[in-house]
């Protein structure tokens, strides 16, 4: 992707957090995306009116940014012009998705070189299992490429200090997006508790990531039976409290049911093989 992209790439708000600017960009990107926007809508677009709707979007769901509405304002703005802009040059886009997850599966690869999991596989192996049923579920979607690219890349950002302009540039603000509402808020992880922010995180999380999400806690709780049984134990229960929450707080779609339901039947089975 070109520099335009990059957040650095244009004159920022004084004042306005870091976190914030990053969560607001997101937020621009799920603005255009789940409208269909392109670069032929700019002129069209009232940036303001969107401007204004993302910003009590952001306020309502984290409860903050209040008094910034105008360097709010002013970011988001500049940020829809970016990523519309960025979409002018089509042969480009074109391009890019049809070896998108291929070059983000290579990436990933790259990054969490010398990283391994609990049973002594390579790291990487788990990303790719999370791409393949995230494939598997949803083998009809339009946006499959970028699924697949966010689910190799998910663990990226906090396990090997990649950064999100990289992501950025390399596969686009979709991608981008996923990987940014994937990443977890240490901050909040500390204040809240894990299973707490957890519960949250599944149910405010976007369809996509969720499906994502779901996606990675169903190959987490794969090799249960592997596991040290009192963490298995411990995580087969917290999964079950995160996914009684889910399904009591957000309305889920048909695919998020399937993935709910496979994991609750491996969650249920472990926990009674070990109930004391």
């Excluded at 700019?42 to 309502?60: G, K, M, N, V």
């Excluded at 200090?161 to 540039?169: K, N, R, V």
Aim: hydrophobic share 35%.
């Amino acid at each position: 992707m070109s520099d335009e992209y990059n957040l650095e790439g244009f004159e920022q708000p004084v004042g306005l957090p870091e976190s914030i600017k990053n969560d607001l960009f997101s937020y621009a990107v799920d603005y255009t995306t789940d409208r269909g926007l392109s670069y032929r809508d700019i002129d069209a677009l009232d940036l303001d009116e969107a401007a204004q709707e993302i910003i009590e979007e952001y306020q309502e769901d984290y409860g903050e940014g209040y008094g910034y509405e105008e360097e709010m304002a002013t970011f988001i703005m500049e940020s829809i012009r970016i990523i519309l802009d960025e979409q002018n040059d089509v042969s480009m886009l074109d391009d890019m998705e049809e070896s998108k997850d291929k070059d983000a599966l290579e990436f990933a690869t790259q990054k969490h070189k010398g990283q391994y999991r609990r049973g002594g596989a390579e790291y990487i192996t788990h990303p790719q299992a999370v791409a393949d049923i995230v494939a598997r579920v949803k083998p009809d979607s339009h946006q499959l490429d970028d699924l697949k690219s966010a689910a190799y890349l998910h663990d990226t950002v906090e396990d090997t200090g990649t950064t999100y302009e990289e992501i950025l540039d390399a596969f686009g603000p979709t991608v981008m997006a996923l990987v940014h509402e994937l990443t977890s808020d240490e901050e909040q992880l500390k204040s809240l508790g894990k299973t707490e922010y957890l519960k949250r995180k599944f149910a405010g999380i976007s369809s996509w990531g969720l499906v994502i999400k779901l996606a990675d806690r169903l190959t987490n709780i794969s090799d249960l039976d592997e596991a040290d049984e009192s963490w298995a134990i411990k995580y087969a229960t917290q999964t079950k409290i995160i996914l009684d929450y889910l399904k009591q707080n957000r309305t889920l779609s048909n695919t998020h049911k399937q993935l709910v339901r496979e994991i609750e039947v491996i969650v249920d089975g472990y926990l009674a093989r070990h109930a004391h």
